[in-house]
């Protein structure tokens, strides 16, 4: 069984700054992927960014970096330069099991601030 | 390309009513999933299809929930009769399903049911 942990229910950060978002997970599957999903109010899903259990290298795309610490099961989201329209619900999820099913966190509102 | 469709957007209807939300995934998806979002909290897979098989749906509350997918395309998500806490954001995704733990899901619009 999977399971996802984000701490944070809420996070505020000033435009044009950095922000992290914690994730922390628990699995028993040698090999899965983690997964960073943001929902706007206007309720869909965006997908932003994945990470490989076995990839070397932090997965990045765009504003948005994963840092990966696989010892300490964690894969944080790193927004740079942050932008009004990144306020948002965010969700951490990971994949795995037969069917490779996605196990979301609770997620983090992050309300950027003009 | 589309994305995922789903309707109605919003239903309000009263506990021991039944309701149908319908989803149409992206063309060639094999992959088809419904999740249950309840205010607060992260989505929660309620049902997985691989074509028109039914892959997971362990979470799926079988006495009042029930779902389809014909022809493996269009799928069909019911629940009879309905209670209160089955009010929720109901998300359908899809994904292409061939590529293992790398399984990006594409997510409709989502239907927002109000149980009163």
């Known amino acids: 069984a999977q399971k996802i942990t984000q701490t944070q229910p809420g996070m505020f950060v000033q435009e044009k700054e950095a922000v992290t978002l914690d994730c922390t997970y628990d699995t028993s599957d040698p090999s899965y992927g983690l997964f960073w999903y943001k929902q706007p109010s206007s309720g869909e899903m965006i997908f932003l960014i994945y990470?490989?259990?076995?990839?070397?290298q932090n997965a990045t795309e765009g504003r948005y970096s994963l840092n990966f610490q696989k010892a300490r099961k964690s894969a944080n989201l790193v927004i740079s330069a942050s932008q009004l329209g990144d306020s948002a619900m965010y969700f951490c999820?990971?994949?795995?099991?037969?069917?490779?099913?996605?196990?979301f966190g609770k997620g983090t509102l992050l309300t950027v601030n003009p | 390309e589309a994305g995922v469709a789903q309707s109605p957007r919003y239903k309000i209807i009263e506990k021991r009513q039944s309701v149908a939300f319908w989803c149409n995934p992206i063309?060639?998806?094999?992959?088809l999933y419904w999740y249950q979002q309840i205010l607060g909290q992260g989505p929660k897979l309620l049902i997985q299809f691989q074509n028109n098989g039914v892959v997971d749906d362990s979470q799926l509350p079988k006495d009042r929930f029930s779902a389809e997918r014909l022809k493996g395309v269009d799928s069909t998500l019911k629940i009879q009769p309905a209670k209160l806490e089955d009010s929720a954001v109901y998300l359908c995704?899809?994904?292409?399903?061939?590529?293992?733990?790398?399984?990006?899901?594409?997510f409709g619009p989502g239907t927002r049911l109000t149980v009163l």
């Open positions: 999820a990971t994949s795995g099991g037969s069917n490779y099913k996605l196990t």
């Open positions: 995704a899809s994904s292409l399903g061939d590529r293992g733990k790398y399984n990006e899901q594409f």
């Open positions: 990470q490989g259990s076995y990839d070397q």
């Open positions: 063309s060639g998806h094999a992959t």
